[in-house]
């Protein structure tokens, strides 16, 4: 049975950092295509960041160069390294395996299993 358990999230003023985990049982992270989205009261859930099964890695706009996606093979862990956090991304967070097809990495449908979440907010 898979399962995916998100922690780390937490409160934190502008310009911190937080480091994102998502432990996960059930399978091996190794070699599977494993993503992070967030979801901000009244929005839509939206990507983050991928890491596909060959390790490449593709990241939102508006995380690129201040958020890094990352696997622990040995601990069997998913990673988000978040730094110089914003107001905006005051978000539940979540990560999310398995690739149903390739391609389109924001669309939600991708992904067949997802964890519960973890809160971040970030205060100006």
């Known amino acids: 049975q898979v399962q995916l358990v998100e922690s780390g999230g937490g409160s934190v003023q502008a310009g911190g950092s937080l480091r994102l985990s998502c432990a996960a049982s059930g399978y091996t992270v190794s070699s599977v295509c494993m993503a992070w989205f967030r979801q901000a009261p009244g929005k839509e859930r939206e990507g983050v960041a991928v890491?596909?099964?060959?390790?490449?890695?593709t990241y939102a706009s508006s995380v690129k160069g201040r958020f890094t996606i990352s696997k622990d093979n040995a601990k069997n862990i998913l990673y988000l390294q978040m730094h110089s956090l914003l107001p905006e991304d005051t978000a539940m967070y979540y990560c999310a395996a398995f690739c149903r097809f390739s391609g389109g990495w924001t669309d939600r449908t991708r992904y067949a299993y997802w964890g519960q979440g973890t809160q971040v907010t970030v205060s100006s």
């Open positions: 890491i596909d099964g060959d390790g490449s890695t």
